[in-house]
């Protein structure tokens, strides 16, 4: 069957699935490229703690009193504390090669992608808001999870 052809609701449900993983695998893509674009550009050096804390320090200039910047702070401070951040980045869009094969996957690779953009976030002055709500859209079963909330009654 071509896609706009499915007339039962089985074809539809195999249609539906079929977008689905579509999606998740080109979502997935956006993640490897640009985990290998990175590396192809710049090699390992982009995982250097130097790197980040040049990056923070260019991009924020370490002002401010909120929570964002004492993080920043303590990233800029700290080798240890940059070098896991960094590898966090890089393990959650490796990760995400596995995010178009099951629910589970969606669901761990897109909470882990989720974390990354809004630290970016709280650290920069930069969010991926398009990308951001793909992976809320995506990476949960909402229909499963609606379906299992608590029905609110209307008031008379």
């Given amino acids: 069957h ?3 052809e499915a007339r039962d609701s089985d074809s539809v449900v195999e249609v539906e699935r079929l977008a689905e993983h579509g999606a998740a695998a080109g979502l997935a893509a956006t993640y490897v490229g640009a985990f290998t674009s990175k590396l192809l550009a710049s090699g390992a050096s982009w995982l250097s703690p130097a790197e ?3 990056l923070l320090i260019g ?8 929570p964002g910047a004492a993080v920043a702070r303590a990233i800029v401070s700290s080798t240890a504390l940059a070098t896991a951040l960094l590898a966090f980045v ?3 869009q490796l990760s995400a090669l596995a995010y178009p094969f099951t629910a589970r996957a969606r669901a761990a690779v897109g909470t882990a992608l989720l974390a990354f953009h809004l630290g970016t976030l709280a650290l920069t ?3 991926y808001s398009e990308a951001t709500a793909l992976l809320l859209a995506f990476s949960y079963p909402w229909p499963t999870l609606l379906a299992r909330a608590p029905k609110r009654r209307a008031r008379a």
Avoid: M, Y
Wanted: aromatic share 4%; hydrophobic share 50%; no cysteine.
């Fill in 2 to 4: 071509r896609l706009g």
């Fill in 52 to 54: 980040l804390r040049a």
């Fill in 59 to 66: 991009q924020t200039g370490l002002v401010g009193d909120g």
């Fill in 90 to 92: 890089a393990a959650a």
């Fill in 125 to 127: 002055p930069v969010f």
